[in-house]
């Protein structure tokens, strides 16, 4: 079982940051990587970020270049840092378990989500 615990998020104005954290414990056989997922109201649940443990990333299109994701495995912790921060990004950010290999499978490992809101 693995257990994630989301940080960091809040109210911003556009064009602010945020760091969002995810605290993982637990383990299970064939997981390697954590995402980042959101849901902004009245859409789909979409993959933000990736990362494995070996270090290798995958991120969405639409927030390359102002979002960058990391892992402190001595922490266990893996964060999201996000920088010019739009309205469109304003949503419920959850941290994903799950396996990194040509595409992220994500497992039903789920953290309680984080909010964030950018004003315009």
């Known amino acids: 079982q693995v257990q994630l615990v989301e940080s960091g998020g809040g109210l911003v104005q556009a064009g602010g940051s945020l760091k969002l954290s995810c605290a993982a414990s637990?383990?299970?056989?064939?997981?390697?990587?954590i995402a980042w997922y959101r849901q902004a109201p009245g859409k789909q649940r979409e993959l933000v970020a990736v990362i494995s443990r070996g270090g290798s990333t995958k991120y969405a299109d639409s927030i390359k270049g102002r979002f960058a994701i990391s892992r402190d495995n001595v922490q266990n912790t893996v964060h999201l840092q996000m920088n010019d921060l739009k309205p469109e990004d304003t949503a419920v950010y959850y941290c994903?378990?799950?396996?990194?290999?040509?595409?992220?499978?994500?497992?039903?490992?789920w953290g309680q989500g984080t909010q964030v809101t950018v004003s315009s």
């Open positions: 637990g383990s299970t056989p064939n997981i390697n990587a």
């Open positions: 994903n378990a799950g396996l990194l290999g040509t595409w992220y499978r994500p497992y039903n490992f």
